[in-house]
């Protein structure tokens, strides 16, 4: 991974906790799982494992401000390397008792192997775009999650002049609740 590369993960790195640290006690509800599906970002989808956290405050009765962050790491194939393409959403969303909906804008920093139409490379930058979640909790706090983002990206590049991301994971899901 190059110097761009290495900036992108490590700034992951320094937000992700601070999207999982409760601001306010006994209000919040935080999650987090690991999820599997696939990246697109050009014409070649690619295999995305997505660690992923968020934190729910109720704005009022049934309705949530949520903040979400989901780092998908596309593993290495022969043709190319390890990608990494890290989305931080802010969401408001809707809660069931045993099932939680959201939907917001969103932000992408990456780094990750694509095709163009004639040319295939590594793209990296900074995305914008717009985030849905939905989790069931099947079994007390533990349940399933589906993460889909959708992103503009490679407006600068030759491999990907401008395209659209799309980032579909889903897995299991642990949440915590302070009331």
């Given at each position: 991974?190059?110097?761009?590369g290495r ?88 809660a069931w ?83």
């Amino acid at each position: 991974m190059g110097t761009r590369g290495r900036r992108i993960a490590g700034a992951a790195l320094v937000v992700l906790p601070l999207v999982v640290v409760p601001a306010q006690a006994g209000a919040s509800e935080l999650s987090a799982g690991v999820s599997f599906g696939w990246l697109q970002a050009g014409t070649v989808p690619r295999l995305a494992v997505g660690p992923h956290a968020g934190i729910s405050w109720p704005i009022q009765r049934n309705l949530l401000f949520t903040v979400h962050d989901l780092c998908t790491i596309l593993p290495p194939t022969q043709e190319d390397g390890l990608g990494v393409y890290n989305q931080t959403s802010v969401d408001i969303g809707y809660a069931w008792k045993d099932v939680n909906v959201s939907a917001g804008p969103s932000v992408a920093l990456y780094v990750v192997p694509a095709c163009g139409v004639t040319l295939c490379g590594r793209v990296g930058g900074l995305a914008v775009g717009g985030h849905a979640q939905s989790s069931a909790y099947v079994a007390g706090p533990l349940g399933v999650s589906v993460n889909a983002n959708v992103n503009w990206i490679g407006g600068g590049s030759l491999v990907l002049p401008g395209y659209v991301s799309v980032v579909v994971v889903a897995g299991p899901v642990l949440r915590w609740s302070a009331k």
